[in-house]
């Protein structure tokens, strides 16, 4: 006997897992069914648990940015901005990654829907930015940061262009130049 | 008798046309027949001309940004970055452009060819910026172009959100002021 929530977290993974290896395998349409059977699980729990597998594609998409790209807390707005930027370049510089957006991307095309868990993320990043402001540093807004950090990243994958290491640090720089703080200077990291 | 160049434009317009109108109305997945009936053409010569439907669409989506965005030659850095940027939002902006970035974005996750067909449009931005810096001007290089003015456009088109009026100079004056070019002052515009 497995406890209920062991079990549901394991299922969840694969199938988070199975529609990741479809995708990459260029499975772009592939249904509940065919993720059930990669998953080696019953399509009913899948229908259950997500409804579909657009449902699907977007809480894999979600659970592997919250995963790989946390929202930082360094205590300085340059430390959690590098931070967020470099992990947001690790997880775009993984095939899975890659693929993951790309989806994404296409399925916002043909729904409203994934906008919502999509702003809650956003929420978090707030956070991160009202932190820094609270602390009296000079912060910038949400849309400045999604424009200087998040974009030049997107356009890479969506180009099929490689993310050269060090563009997270590079383009955190950017920012907050323009944002107005003092460039770094020998603080490591 | 119809002139053979005549006729031929008139057959390339109407299957751009069909292809956008397909796209635009959900149907992703459309095949050459399918444009073809649209278009009112006969489907071998489509397969005669394009080879395939996503060389069709990768010729309309060149075609309709060379067409909305020309790359302009104004005389002064300032002049060309703001009306080439002006000229992207407008075509981001428009539905038909932004159903036309989305479908080329999934064609390349699963091609390799459209990205000589955009290369050689870079070139042209590549000449915008070399006739800059032979005038003397503190020109950046296309990496930063795109990463600054397009990537936050094409990000907004992504995600859905709207692409707000002024955007594209707001955009080309960040890439300029990064550059070290001195502020626009009351030039007009």
Known sequence: MTRPGGRSARVREAVHRAVIELLAEGETTAGVPQIAERAGVNPTSVYRRWGSCAS?????????????????????????????????????????????????????????????????????????????????????????????????MYLRVLLSRPIEPGLGVKLADRLLTAAGLPPASGQGG
Chains 1, 2 share one sequence.
């Open 56 to 152: 699907v594609l977007l809480d894999a998409a979600v659970a592997r940015l919250s995963l790989t790209s946390p929202v930082p807390d360094t205590g300085s707005l340059r430390g959690d901005v590098e931070q967020w930027a470099t992990a947001v370049e690790r997880a775009l510089a993984d095939p899975d990654g890659a693929v993951l957006v790309r989806a994404l991307i296409t399925f916002i095309g043909t729904s409203a829907d994934p906008i919502e868990r999509l702003l809650s993320r956003g929420e978090d990043l707030e956070q991160m930015l009202t932190a820094a402001a609270s602390r009296g540093e000079p912060a910038p807004n949400l849309q400045d940061l999604l424009d200087y950090v998040l974009a030049p």
